[in-house]
C-alpha cells in the first residue's frame, strides 16, 4: 500500500510535468500561429466589406460625404470608394508614390493592407465575397 502511495505520486509528478510541458508547449505553438498570421497575407476573395476597417475607418475620418478635403476621394461608401480609386489617385497616394502620401499623419499602410486594396482592384472591387 505504501509503494502504491508512492507509485501514485510518482505518476502525478510525471503527468504534472506532461501537463506542464504541453502548455508551454501550446504556448509557443500559439505565438508560431500569430507569427504566422502577421507574415501570411490573404488577398484571395476580397470584398468591400473586408477592407472597410481601412476605408471606412482611416480614410473616411477625413473623406466622407460631409467633410473632405477633395471632392473626388470619398471613402465612406461602397460606391463612394469605387468613384474615388477609379480617379487613380488612390493606389499612388496609399503606395506613396503620388503628390500626397495617405492616409495623412498616420503610418504608412502594411504591405498586407495595400496588397489586399491592389488585389480587390484587380478583381474588379467586389462589394461581397463570393464565399
Ligand atoms: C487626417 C486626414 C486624412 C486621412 C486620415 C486620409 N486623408 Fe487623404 N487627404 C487628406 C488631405 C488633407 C488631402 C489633400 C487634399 C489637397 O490638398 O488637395 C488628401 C488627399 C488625398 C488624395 C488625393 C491625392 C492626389 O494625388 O491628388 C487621395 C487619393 C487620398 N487622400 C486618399 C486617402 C486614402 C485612401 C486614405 C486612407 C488610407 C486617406 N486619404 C486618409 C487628408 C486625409
Known amino acids: 500500500m505504501k509503494n502504491f502511495a508512492r507509485l501514485a505520486v510518482y505518476f502525478s509528478i510525471i503527468t504534472g510535468s506532461a501537463l506542464l510541458v504541453s ?5 509557443t505553438f500559439q505565438n508560431e500561429e500569430d507569427y504566422f498570421g502577421e507574415t501570411y497575407c490573404d488577398t484571395i476573395d476580397v470584398s468591400y466589406e473586408d477592407l472597410t476597417y481601412i476605408f471606412t475607418d482611416i480614410c473616411a475620418t477625413c473623406h466622407n460625404s460631409i467633410i473632405t478635403p ?3 476621394i ?5 460606391e463612394n470608394v469605387k468613384a474615388s480609386i477609379n480617379t487613380g489617385l488612390v493606389l499612388p497616394a496609399i503606395n506613396h508614390s503620388g503628390d500626397y502620401k495617405m492616409p495623412q499623419g498616420r503610418d504608412k499602410l502594411s504591405t498586407c493592407d ?3 486594396i491592389e488585389a480587390w482592384v484587380n478583381a474588379g472591387m467586389p462589394e461581397i465575397s463570393e464565399n
Not at 23 to 27: K, M, N, R, T
Not at 74 to 78: G, P, Q
Open 23 to 27: 502548455l508551454v508547449d501550446g504556448c
Open 70 to 72: 477633395r471632392p473626388d
Open 74 to 78: 470619398v471613402m465612406d461608401s461602397y
Open 114 to 116: 495595400i496588397s489586399k
